[in-house]
Structure formats: structure tokens, C-alpha cells
């Protein structure tokens, strides 16, 4: 059973086009992350979110955590193939030590 | 500076040869992860230490496997014998301060056993 579920699995858009990616789970979250991962390459963290109902913003992404941190989205507006790449959320259960993550939503922007 | 250091980058060997996957995490950090990323299971944690101290292995998936860190800059997961089921991504990945914190991750070592 995976911790943290993600949808959808795959997405492939237009360039210009806004998105909405989701990170669900049952338990409670004392943080959440996101990271992008591109081909052949090693996850790179693009925010950490900690606070129930937060919302951060880094450019054309907002990401937010659900007031009981338990769940997470990230929303991406007027996407450029640049964006393309497995996003993954990642959190550390309240009763946890160690980061888990979800499978990914990997994304396709094309031009 | 330079970021998680792994090698090989990429391994091909035969069912029940040994295999020895390096990491060199960033200098100073103090935590280091393995963890193993396929199509259908994702990334999954296989061992983190703290201060060259195992303290997870939980996610080690049998007696095959084994990890080590004699010393700050420097850890190994051997897996002895392989198996085509092992076959995945191994990243390596370090974090500074504590095990909730950003973590850097290597480019990977992606192991094919035929």
C-alpha cells in the first residue's frame, strides 16, 4: 500500500495550458514536500510546506496543503514545455523519521 | 560545489554476480538515504544513517542487500547475489540538520541484471 497517492499518474497538455496535480493521503503530514525530477537525472525539491491550509507560490506554481495535512496539490498555470517532468510529493508521517514518497505524476508539455 | 557523487551510473551484470553501488554525499550533511526507484513501485526508501549510523533499514528488501558508511564521505549498498528483480534506479540523496530536511540527491545508478 503506497503512503501518499498521486494523481493523475500521466498528463500531457499544450503549452499555455493550467494544471492541477494531487498528493492524497490518510495519514497526517508534519510536512510536505514536492520535487521534480527530470530524465536520467536525481529529484531536486522545489518547496517544503508545513503549515495546515499553506499556500506557496514559486512563479507560475502554487502549491498548497490541506488543513488537516493529510493532502497536498500543486497547480502549475499557463505550463511550458520546461515544466515537463515526474512530479513527486514526498512527507514525513507525524509519527515518522524518514521522507516517503508518492509514485509521481509525470507530465508532458508540448509546444 | 559538488553535489551527491554516485557511481556507476549505469551497471549490467548477470543473475548472481555481486554488485557494489558508491555515493559520496555532500560534505557537512549529515544524513544519508538509499533509496531504489522503479516504473511500478516508485521511490522507495531502502536505509537512511545518521552520522554514519544506521538507523532505518526497514525498507531493505532482503539479507541480499546490505549498505554501509565508514565514514562521512563515503557509503556502499552491495547486493550479493543479484537477482533480475533488482533491477531499478538506486539514488543516493543527503540532508543537512535533520532527516526532514531538503534532501540532495545523486544522479542515480541505474542496475540491469540479466
Known amino acids: 500500500t503506497q503512503l501518499l497517492e498521486q494523481s493523475p499518474q500521466f498528463l500531457s497538455i499544450q503549452e499555455g495550458e493550467n494544471l492541477t496535480v494531487y498528493c492524497n493521503s490518510s495519514?497526517?503530514?508534519?510536512?510536505l514536500q514536492w520535487y521534480r525530477q527530470e530524465p536520467g537525472e536525481g529529484p531536486v525539491l522545489l518547496v517544503t510546506?508545513?503549515?495546515?491550509?499553506e499556500v506557496k507560490k514559486l512563479k507560475r506554481l502554487t502549491f498548497q496543503f490541506g488543513d488537516a495535512r493529510k493532502d497536498s496539490s500543486l497547480h502549475i498555470t499557463a505550463a511550458q514545455p520546461g515544466d515537463t517532468g515526474l512530479y513527486l510529493c514526498?512527507?514525513?508521517?507525524?509519527?515518522?523519521?524518514?521522507?516517503?514518497f508518492g509514485k509521481g505524476t509525470s507530465l508532458l508539455v508540448t509546444p | 560545489d559538488a553535489g551527491v557523487i554516485q557511481s556507476p551510473r549505469h551497471e549490467v551484470t548477470e543473475m548472481g554476480q555481486e554488485v557494489t553501488l558508491r555515493c559520496k554525499p555532500i560534505?557537512?550533511?549529515?544524513?544519508l538515504f538509499w533509496y531504489r526507484q522503479t516504473m511500478m513501485r516508485g521511490l522507495e526508501l531502502l536505509i537512511y544513517f545518521n552520522n554514519n549510523v544506521p538507523i532505518d533499514d526497514s525498507g531493505m528488501p532482503e539479507d541480499r542487500f546490505s549498505a554501509k558508511m565508514p565514514n562521512a564521505s563515503f557509503s556502499t549498498l552491495k547486493i550479493q547475489p543479484s537477482e533480475p528483480r533488482d533491477s531499478a534506479v538506486y539514488f543516493c540523496a543527503s540532508s543537512f540538520g535533520r532527516n526532514t530536511g531538503e534532501l540532495f540527491f545523486g544522479e542515480g545508478s541505474r542496475l540491469t541484471v540479466l
Open positions: 510546506v508545513v503549515t495546515g491550509g
Open positions: 495519514s497526517v503530514f508534519s510536512s
Open positions: 514526498a512527507g514525513v508521517e507525524n509519527s515518522g523519521y524518514a521522507l516517503n
Open positions: 560534505s557537512g550533511h549529515d544524513y
